[in-house]
């Protein structure tokens, strides 16, 4: 059985990516409940903390809305690299550099107990779609 991780109520996770999704930055916060070190997350691609019961579809969303430059809200369930897991909701922004490179910067929160139950339900319903 899985573990579930909670995050405190104002734990605040950051991550940023280039357009590809590879990591060059994390925060603390995101280190702490994903459970790699910063030397672990850089340079690695960010679905490394997607969990397995998270719809195709919710990141075909996510990709789809912040290629065309728009933000992205939505709940999402991560790994933690020792197996557990948490529920965040995240806001994913699309920005460009001075330099002109693209990227994407994802801040995340703690999802409340009611929104882990609905999208929980919601996603199962998804994946059960997706076979």
Not at 42 to 68: C, Q, S
Request: net charge positive.
């Amino acid at each position: 059985m899985e573990k579930e991780v909670f995050l405190d109520d104002k734990a605040f996770l950051v991550s940023e990516t280039d357009k590809n999704g590879i990591i060059s930055f994390a925060n603390d916060e995101f280190c702490k409940y994903a459970g790699y070190t910063i030397e672990e997350l850089i340079n690695e691609p960010h679905n490394i903390v997607r969990h397995a019961d998270m719809p195709r579809a919710a990141f075909k969303d996510l990709w789809g809305t912040v290629k065309k430059g728009n933000i992205w809200r939505g709940f999402v369930k991560n790994k933690v690299k020792d197996g557990g897991y948490y529920w965040v909701y995240a806001t994913v922004y699309p920005f460009t550099s001075c330099n002109g490179s693209r990227g994407y910067i994802s801040c995340r929160k703690k999802a409340s107990k009611n929104e882990v139950e609905e999208y929980t339900k919601l996603y199962k319903q998804m994946k059960l779609k997706e076979n």
